[in-house]
């Protein structure tokens, strides 16, 4: 997949390791990776844990960052897409930010409040570490209720007009149909997937449909791409994150942000690559005054330590404490 992303290449002694996606890792990976080909030269993982991982990841220290930085570029070449495929047309990104709606609104803070204290409850009773897969569920059911209410009840699934998010997707659909565009929408919910799904049939829009359970995900990103009359194709986050080529969309949309800022990245990339002809319009879909601003927020503070160190991070909830989280409650 070299053609659509950054490459990274380490010259170290006579080994030249070589990454053609940005490196999904932690801190402490990096640490392996150098101590692989040169024992002793980030220290010992202790140490480098003890240090680099509370400085950067958790206290933001702009000193450690600066230091170990100094330490690694000598030994890394980065070559960024820019560079690569300079033939690319232009990539444009935009935050779609929208109120909840007023059903929508009451169900959201009634379970915030309930959840809310349920999880300080727990994590008062047998610490953050323990309480962590709780956390993430809570997390989980919040960012579904933005989404749309029918994924935790049922019975609102068919009713569109209790999720904002649908609301927007309807507008940009119609407008990108009128305009000859084609959407390549992303949702890390497969149920959000299945409520689309039941929207673009009973409007009797023409889709493809991609998820973990697909067999033939190539035959079905083919016959979308060869097919202009196909205004959609809908794909689970993690199952069409790499390995697709999907330039016959020139509309990527997230319907739900993911934790790790550099998924979604090479999740667009499934349009915006070798073989895109037209400008690419992101759409991030987000709602106000809920989760996804504060996981926006993270992804941002987040995103200057991945690009900063030249890798991502795929253990986002692992390198998040108890402080940083519980502000996603309030």
């Known amino acids: 997949d070299t053609a659509t992303t950054d490459i990274y290449t380490l010259y170290l002694h006579d080994a030249l390791p070589i990454s053609g996606t940005p490196m999904e890792n932690s801190i402490r990976e990096l640490w392996s990776i150098f101590d692989f080909i040169m024992p002793g030269y980030l220290g010992s993982r202790k140490h480098f844990i003890e240090f680099y991982d509370r400085e950067i990841e958790r206290d933001k220290r702009s000193e450690a960052l600066k230091e170990l930085n100094l330490k690694i570029k000598p030994f890394m070449l980065r070559r960024t897409k820019a ?52 956390i993430l569920s809570a997390l989980v059911k919040l960012s579904q209720i933005c989404n ?133 319009n992101v759409y991030k879909f987000i709602t106000e005054g809920t989760i996804e601003e504060k996981i926006l927020k993270m992804q941002e503070d987040k995103s200057d330590i991945f690009n900063a160190l030249d890798f991502s991070d795929a253990y986002f909830m692992q390198n998040m404490s108890w402080d940083d989280l519980k502000v996603l409650f309030d």
């Open 83 to 134: 560079e690569v495929l300079t033939e690319l047309p232009p990539k444009i990104e935009q935050v779609s930010s929208v109120p909840l709606s007023d059903e929508q609104s009451v169900l959201y803070n009634n379970i915030l409040r309930q959840l809310r204290a349920e999880i300080f409850g727990l994590v008062e009773k047998n610490g953050y570490v323990k309480s962590r897969m709780h």
């Open 148 to 280: 749309h209410p029918g994924m935790i009840y049922p019975e609102l699934a068919g009713n569109e007009d209790t999720s904002a998010k649908m609301d927007l997707l309807r507008e940009i659909l119609y407008e990108s149909i009128d305009g000859g565009h084609r959407i390549l929408l992303f949702s890390q919910f497969v149920k959000m997937l299945h409520i689309i799904r039941d929207f673009l049939r009973k409007e009797d829009i023409d889709f493809e449909y991609l998820d973990g359970k697909t067999t033939d995900r190539l035959e079905v990103v083919d016959r979308f791409n060869a097919t202009p009359t196909t205004p959609i194709i809908l794909v689970s986050l993690k199952a069409g994150g790499t390995g697709l080529n999907i330039t016959g969309a020139d509309i990527v949309v997230h319907f739900d942000p993911w934790w790790n800022p550099m998924v979604e990245r090479q999740a667009t990339d499934r349009a915006y690559r070798m073989g895109q002809t037209r400008s690419v």
